[in-house]
């Protein structure tokens, strides 16, 4: 059980846009920054957004992230096959016994 | 360009000691947080722990009394030891730079460069 909530699966069409949700709640999401990592199968987890919105260089602008209150979504535009992955939210949790959470991670199949 | 180079034990059996190193190569050591990441077959990840240059450690609450990570900072490494493994710590194995800053008057977290990961097997 992830203490961020994810949906396990998301699919769209090849060009189209997907949204990827991720909950939490105030000790984590609600008074922390986001981040997003995109894994290809068989690979290590790669850093697709950091700062709840902000991009690393080569990660392309089809790729977007925003949060709200103790939520924060990844937005994938213009759907590649290449994009299919799963992808994980994360950041740091300030309760009692600080850690970092990740959410149980979505698979996206692109059609 | 930052590297992240790690290894270690790839078959172990119950009750024994997981041992995992990670050099790091092309960068800075100081001024970043080092963490160790696992995903075990067909699952999530799981965050295990992370240390400074400085020695200073955070670890996950589900698992603080087995771990034990350290720093050696005259070769830009860091380990992790897991002790008294069974079969649920079988999982590949990640290490990873962690970045932290601060944004309006916020600590910013994330993990910018990873290994390519190392395969555990617990079995007897």
């Known amino acids: 059980q992830s203490v961020l909530t994810q949906p396990p699966s998301v699919s769209a069409a090849p060009g189209q846009k997907v949204t990827i949700s991720c909950s939490g709640s105030?000790?984590?999401?609600?008074?922390?920054?986001v981040s997003w990592y995109q894994q290809l199968p068989g690979t290590a987890p790669k850093l697709l957004i950091y700062?709840?919105?902000k991009r690393p260089s080569g990660i392309p602008d089809r790729f977007s992230g925003s949060k709200s209150g103790t939520s924060a979504t990844l937005g994938i535009t213009g759907l590649q096959t290449g994009d299919e992955a799963d992808y994980y939210c994360?950041?740091?949790?300030?309760?009692?016994?600080?850690?970092?959470?990740f959410g149980g991670g979505t698979k996206l199949t692109v059609l | 360009q930052v590297q992240l180079q790690q290894w270690g034990a790839g078959l172990l059996k119950p009750s024994e000691t997981l041992s995992l190193t990670c050099a790091v190569y092309?960068?800075?050591?100081?001024?970043?947080?080092w963490s160790w990441i696992r995903q075990p077959p067909g699952k999530g990840l799981e965050w295990i722990g992370e240390?400074?240059?400085?020695?200073?450690?955070n670890y996950n609450p589900s698992l603080k009394s087995r771990v034990t990570i350290s720093v050696d900072t005259s070769k830009n490494q860091f380990s992790l030891k897991l002790s008294s493994v069974t079969a649920a710590d079988t999982a590949v194995y990640y290490c990873?730079?962690?970045?932290?800053?601060?944004?309006?008057?916020?600590?910013?977290?994330?993990?910018?460069?990873w290994g390519k990961g190392t395969t555990v097997t617990v079995s007897s």
């Open positions: 994360g950041t740091w949790d300030s309760s009692l016994s600080a850690y970092w959470v």
């Open positions: 990873a730079r962690e970045v932290i800053t601060m944004v309006r008057g916020r600590r910013v977290y994330y993990m910018d460069v």
């Open positions: 105030s000790s984590n999401i609600g008074n922390n920054y």
């Open positions: 092309g960068g800075s050591f100081s001024g970043y947080y």
């Open positions: 240390i400074n240059h400085s020695g200073s450690t």
């Open positions: 700062e709840n919105n």
